[in-house]
């Protein structure tokens, strides 16, 4: 009985399923953890190199899954039309790794390709209680099932291939929780922005979250991935949500999901993953969702973001020199001057895609926005849909027209534009107004300048020209 | 993997906090097969300017680092992508130690793989190695690892933690996946449990 629980006995989403995949624990404190899913994605060439050279076979293939998304044309569906033979040697690459090592494979021409992180979901492949891991550090999205999930290096790829397992110390646990009802324009996106502005970049370092409260709850399973998504730029190890019955009725009948009895069975395990009343994190953020606005990145870090009523911050109020001198390189990096207004900032660029803002819910956002209006003169608006599910879906719905109507670019799912690995890459010293999650300096390609946003937002930002506050336009 | 016991060397000061791993290595390499040397790679469009010339200003274009295989750097060092190529840039081109006070999780690990020893010193203890090399960049460092210790003259010295298994792993220059492979039994018997 829960009452009669001590609170030793308390335990965190985190830590219940942290117990359940402990192979054995080494002298010195390290784990070894049993991996239940590991995805895989076409930058995976040099862990597969690393058990060629070690002549290793993967152990249990069928609990890895791959696909190309970060090396793929987003026009056309055919990898012997890239250019760049290095870039055409990654995808080919996984294609024939996943072959002979027997690993489940959905290629460029399969209509259910796409980014790993939309498809596994879609899929069925991610699930409460889940250990999960991918060679990409976007992979606290499946935490939003209720999964611990994170990314890992090319040499953990290669371990888990070869092994099954993963070695990780036990990280400490952070709970963010958010009361409250979201205003009209804000997002998920916003929450996560938001959330990285007040805890920082390095907020959550060595730390698992666990995103909880009312609103967090009012969530869908999309909005809940795009939060969980970014747990990585606030420096999470990763990002989780107790499943419910939104995430129940998300995996029932999907492709990979159990079925028959192994879904009753399923169903009684996942009713166990909450977190118990009385159990106690290391940390815990406190938030309220009516203070959140449409938010919008100024500098390179993610925690440089403002809400879109915001100016470009002064250098002289930073509290130190070397912070004064950080934001005064990063204002001349990004061309800003301080006291700007950021709806005053003018755009070159719109990317409405990625891991995190790929999924049917946010082009229908973007597209509520864009519909009967056009894009700005000068500007290049691109939306890539997260994966081919995703993108006939949206043609179902008519989005697809509403996009073309509006002057947008209608594009193959993959990665794109978010790091621009494939080629799509935006020019340097121009602006985009991306959907994406990283605005590191160069990430978009050298020399752009990236600002980061909700889908609304970036279709906000493509009709008027620059960035704008969607509440003006909804 | 090398192994690494003692080390003597100057520190590369990188005084930034957030150094993510699209900086150390710009994403257009990650289809660069591992044989390349990354050292090539290491910080190319914060060490050049538009016009592809080095910048005077950045630390490792400055002759006094050329040959330092330590870098002192501030929080969140190695935040970002997961890309391991950061690491083999950063070790390609010399460097065998960071000294951060905090790092990116997936960053750390990938050093802790690849022979790059990641420390974490306490930040007012960093901020002492910074101004240790602001006042004089020749000033050697030794890192210890055996005892732990990083030592800087005239009286600097600050132990730090490491797993005692990466410990051994640096000190023998073994890798953890042959170790692992030991442990078959014990994983088919978790996964005996699995489906039972």
């Given at each position: 009985m829960q009452l009669t629980q001590s609170k030793a006995q308390s335990l965190t989403l985190f830590e219940k399923i942290w117990q359940t995949h402990v192979v054995m624990q080494r002298d010195d404190g390290a784990c070894l953890m049993y991996v239940d899913r590991h995805l895989i994605q076409d930058g995976s060439a040099p862990a597969f190199e690393m058990l060629h050279q070690r002549q290793l076979k993967t152990r249990v293939p069928s609990k890895a899954f791959g696909t190309p998304d970060h090396y793929i044309p987003t026009l056309g569906r055919d990898?012997?039309?890239?250019?760049?033979?290095?870039?055409r040697a990654m995808a080919q690459a996984l294609e024939d790794d996943c072959e002979?090592?027997?690993?489940?494979?959905?290629?460029?021409?399969?209509?259910?390709?796409?980014?790993?992180?939309?498809?596994?979901p879609e899929q069925g492949l991610s699930q409460p209680g889940q250990l999960l891991v991918c060679g990409d550090s976007h992979t606290a999205t499946h935490g939003a099932f209720g999964a611990l999930a994170f990314g890992i290096g090319a040499s953990e790829v290669a371990h888990v291939l070869a092994t099954q397992t993963v070695w990780q110390r036990k990280p400490l646990t952070l709970r963010i929780n958010i009361e409250g009802k979201l205003g009209k324009g804000v997002s998920a996106k916003d929450i996560i922005l938001a959330i990285i502005g007040k805890i920082g970049a390095a907020g959550?370092?060595?730390?698992?979250?666990?995103?909880?409260?009312?609103?967090?709850?009012?969530?869908?399973?999309?909005e809940r991935m795009t939060v969980c998504n970014m747990s990585i730029e606030a420096g999470g190890r990763a990002g989780m949500i107790a499943p419910d019955a939104k995430t129940i009725e998300w995996l029932k009948d999907k492709p990979y999901a159990p079925a028959g009895l192994e879904w009753d069975l399923a169903l009684k395990k996942w009713s166990g993953l909450f977190s118990d009343p009385e159990a106690v994190f290391d940390k815990v953020v406190e938030m309220r969702a009516e203070a959140i606005s449409p938010m919008v990145t100024w500098g390179n870090s993610p925690e440089d973001v403002l809400p879109i009523t915001g100016a470009v911050p002064f250098p002289a109020d930073a509290l130190s020199t070397g912070k004064r001198q950080a934001i005064e390189n990063t204002q001349l990096y990004m061309n800003l001057t301080p006291g700007q207004k950021l709806t005053e900032i003018a755009i070159d660029h719109v990317f409405i895609g990625s891991c995190t803002n790929g999924r049917i819910e946010d082009l229908r956002s973007a597209a509520a926005v864009a519909k009967n209006r056009h894009v700005a003169k000068g500007v290049q608006a691109w939306v890539v849909a997260g994966s081919g599910l995703v993108k006939r879906q949206a043609e179902q719905e008519g989005l697809d027209q509403v996009f073309i109507n509006a002057g947008f670019q209608w594009r193959e799912p993959g990665c794109s534009m978010c790091l621009g690995t494939n080629g799509d890459q935006v020019p340097a010293g121009q602006r985009c107004a991306s959907t994406s999650n990283r605005n590191f300096v160069g990430r978009q390609g050298p020399g752009s300048r990236t600002h980061l946003m909700s889908p609304a937002m970036a279709a906000a930002a493509a009709v008027t020209g620059r960035l704008t506050d969607v509440r003006d336009l909804i | 993997m090398e192994k690494f016991k003692t080390l003597q060397s100057v520190m590369m000061p990188l005084d930034k906090v957030n150094i993510d791993t699209d900086q150390i290595l710009p994403a257009r390499y990650l289809q660069k097969p591992r044989a390349n040397n990354f050292g090539e790679y290491l910080f190319k469009d914060v060490r050049h300017d538009g016009s592809g010339s080095l910048k005077p200003e950045f630390v490792l274009n400055q002759a006094q680092y050329v040959n330092a295989k330590i870098m002192l750097a501030k929080d969140n060092f190695g935040c970002g992508s997961s890309r391991e190529h950061a690491v083999w840039a950063i070790y390609d081109a010399g460097f065998r130690v960071v000294i951060a006070p905090?790092?990116?999780?997936?960053?750390?690990?990938?050093?802790?793989?690849?022979?790059?020893?990641?420390?974490?010193?306490?930040?007012?203890?960093?901020?002492?190695?910074?101004?240790?090399?602001?006042?004089?960049s020749a000033s050697p460092v030794v890192i210890d690892l055996t005892s732990q210790n990083v030592l800087a003259s005239p009286d600097f010295s600050a132990a730090f933690k490491i797993d005692s298994f990466s410990k051994q792993c640096f000190l023998e220059g073994l890798d953890e996946l042959g170790y692992t492979l030991s442990l078959l039994p014990q994983i088919e018997a978790f996964e005996e449990k699995l489906t039972s």
């Open positions: 990898l012997r039309t890239i250019q760049d033979p290095e870039k002979s090592h027997e690993i489940p494979f959905f290629g460029l021409q399969d209509p259910r390709q796409g980014i790993i992180h939309v498809i596994a959550a370092v060595g730390h698992v979250i666990e995103y909880t409260g009312e609103t967090v709850r009012n969530l869908s399973m999309q | 905090s790092f990116g999780d997936i960053f750390f690990n990938n050093a802790l793989k690849n022979g790059l020893l990641p420390i974490r010193l306490s930040s007012s203890d960093v901020v002492t190695l910074f101004n240790l090399t602001q006042q004089n």
